[in-house]
């Protein structure tokens, strides 16, 4: 392929043992080959670019130093894994990253044995780490063999206070091993809190310029226990290390802050670590996200994620958007409610571009709140909100608010406290796969008492829900609403609240009625069209609530008819079964009364597009036109003529 990069380096390397070949002056051109390979790649299928950018000299040191598979590396949240997937003898399939049946964009313990712990959410790495170390302590076994454990977390992911758990809880065991700090000052969006300012002190003063000279004889500048050699090594030591003390008082011992892209620092450090380490260390590297490529460097979240792009211009390929994308409409409902409201904040966890909350924070900064990567407080800080009298719209993945479940439940349902849940990427999302995809958010908050959960059919339902949450008071309220584009429906000018358990009338039909939550509506609609043509005409129905139920909605549904189908973009246990223990409560069945749930299965779905994804879970307007012809036994009827 012509238009790939040379990398004549690169292309001897298979596996990370061959690395070992080289001298630390040809692996200077690894990395910058590796670079090269990566931006080629990610133009080509899109996916986290920045972020995989910022570690290429990183990985390259890590895996030169290391033995792997047999040392453990485990990247936290996996946004930065491309250079590491590339140099594991995946490279022939990287330009499927995040592709039907391709290599996932994050690890994943079933792809490679190179990727010893799967992640896609943040701050695990350390916990697993450490029980890499303890297994290997305590005679574990496992094909690729235990060695060292070493953890590469991103300073925002060190926010999370798992990461924290897990460093008090590896101080304390005092077991062997390594945890990188990627201190890129950033994680997905600009860095918050205090850790943050903490992590910048660290490294704004001489000691950093003054190690940078002094990396080649980093054997006798290491912290306790390894001190060795003359004075001013020790003198130069307490100077560099001083910041270091949060580290050390959780039982760490601290080395840096050294430069992530100097190689020349990174592998005397790295072999010495490996060859005298007794306890936990951390190594403090700063990084730069979007390193080596412009485009990246210069765009305001450091490249971290892109659609296909041009490699000489950076620009992106998107297809032209037809409509507004939910999560846009969420975010000009939320301030035009907010313009008439004082008390309506908003509080979302390192993820403001993501949920549409950057454009709140300009209008309204002393109102809207992101606590980086650290739901659970999210959560608990907006219960505290509501009892003190604000209207607060939590607003977080479906994936990430898992994170925050039992603040959910502990601190705003049993106290009943009217916390606005806005619940971003519902359903399946595509090239991110199942860590990300929204499955069980009904499940997990429909069977809380005195919850509201509702689910927007298309963008102008979610205008009218935002407007019903900000004006329900009495108790906690959820909305879902999916990744992507809307319908392309007429938007009203403002949203107007909706009366709480109560459905709408989509079309009145005999025989079969589908009562639909959420956006697979305008699947349904397609297939009644199908179904028309076969003289079939279903009554549909969408719920709006999945708590309450519109009882009287479905009871009449299920009197008039002799089926009924429920369909949702979630897993067993949510809207499909409230309605059943509704009709199993009212003796609905004893009538012979026929009812199908139409859910995702019980399956954790890879990555692909969503279409393809709805078709794998069986849930298109296909799929429904099939289930429809099902329970009224047509196809039946068909082969018997």
């Known amino acids: 392929m012509t238009d790939r990069p040379q990398t004549p380096l690169l292309d001897q390397v298979h596996l990370p043992s061959d690395l070992k070949r080289f001298s630390d002056e040809e692996l200077h051109q690894v990395a910058q080959e590796l670079r090269a390979e990566t931006i080629s790649a990610v133009s080509v299928t899109g996916g986290h670019l920045g972020a995989g950018l910022g570690v290429v000299e990183l990985t390259v040191a890590l895996h030169a130093v290391f033995d792997t598979p047999r040392d453990k590396l485990i990247w936290d949240v996996g946004h930065q894994c491309y250079p590491h997937k590339i140099l594991t003898g995946r490279r022939e399939r990287i330009r499927t990253l995040r592709q039907k ?16 712990f799967g992640a896609a959410h943040s701050s695990t790495s350390i916990s697993a780490a450490l029980g890499f170390a303890v297994a290997r302590d305590l005679g574990g076994s496992i094909d690729s063999g235990l060695g060292d454990a070493i953890a590469v977390i991103g300073d925002g992911s060190m926010s999370a206070g798992m990461a924290f758990e897990a460093m008090n809880n590896a101080g304390h065991l005092k077991k062997r091993l390594f945890v990188i700090l990627n201190d890129n000052e950033m994680s997905i969006a600009p860095p918050v809190g205090a850790l943050s300012s903490y992590l910048s002190r660290l490294y704004a003063g001489e000691p950093f310029q003054e190690f940078k000279a ?63 380490a007794t306890g936990p260390m951390l190594i403090h590297v700063i990084t730069k996200k979007g390193k080596g490529y412009a485009p990246a460097e210069t765009a305001r979240d450091k490249g971290h994620a892109t659609a296909k792009f041009d490699v000489l211009t950076g620009v992106q390929k998107k297809a032209p958007s037809n409509a507004p ?22 509080v979302t966890a ?5 949920t549409g909350l950057n ?6 900064p002393s109102r809207c709140f992101d606590v980086g990567i650290a739901e659970q407080h999210g959560v608990t800080f907006s219960a505290a ?113 909706l009366e709480i358990g109560k459905g709408r009338m989509i079309q009145q039909g005999a025989r079969v009625a589908i009562l639909s939550f959420g956006t697979r509506l305008s699947e349904v609609m ?46 067993v246990g949510g809207f499909g079964s409230h309605v059943a223990q509704l009709l199993s409560d009212e003796g609905v069945f004893d009538r012979g009364f026929r009812f199908r749930s139409m859910v995702l299965p019980d399956t954790f779905i890879d990555h692909s597009s969503p279409e393809d994804m709805y078709a794998m879970a069986g ?20 082969r018997r003529g």
Do not use: W
């Open 325 to 346: 994308s939910y999560t846009s409409v969420f975010a000009r409902a939320l301030l035009d409610q907010a313009t008439g409201d004082s008390r309506i904040c908003a």
């Open 526 to 571: 397609t297939a009644c069209e199908a179904l028309s043509a076969r003289g079939i005409t279903p009554t549909v129905a969408d719920a709006r609530f999945a708590k309450p139920l519109d009882r009287d909605m479905i009871l009449a549904l299920a009197a008039d008819h002799e089926a009924l189908i429920t369909i949702e973009e979630g897993a």
């Open 214 to 276: 002094a990396a080649k004889g980093a054997v006798s500048l290491l912290p306790p226990p390894f001190r060795e050699g003359a004075k001013r090594a020790k003198d130069l030591l307490k100077g560099f290390t001083v910041g270091g003390t949060l580290f050390e008082a959780l039982g760490f011992s601290y080395l840096g802050p050294i430069d992530g892209h100097d190689l020349d620092q990174l592998l005397p450090v790295l072999r010495t670590v490996k060859a005298r």
């Open 619 to 638: 849930l298109n307007a296909a799929d429904i036109e099939a289930k429809v012809l099902e329970v009224l036994g047509v196809e039946v009827l068909a």
């Open 101 to 116: 049946d391709g290599l996932s964009g994050f690890t994943k313990r079933s792809e490679s044995p190179y990727d010893p």
């Open 350 to 354: 390192a993820m403001p571009d993501g």
């Open 385 to 497: 909100l509501a009892a003190g009298g604000m209207r607060p719209f939590c607003a977080m993945y479906s994936t990430f608010l898992q994170r925050g479940y039992d603040q959910v439940v502990h601190d705003v349902a049993i106290q009943r406290l009217p916390v606005r849940f806005a619940i971003d990427r519902a359903g399946l999302v595509g090239a991110d796969g199942a860590t990300h995809a929204g499955a069980f958010d009904v499940a997990f908050l429909a069977n809380l008492p005195g919850f509201v959960v509702m689910a927007a059919a298309d963008e102008a339902e979610l205008v009218h829900m935002v407007a019903t949450a900000a004006a329900h008071d009495d108790g906690p309220i959820a909305f879902r609403f999916p990744r992507g584009e809307g319908t392309g429906v007429e938007m009203p000018e403002r949203g107007e609240p």
């Open 359 to 364: 454009l709140f924070a300009e209008r309204y």
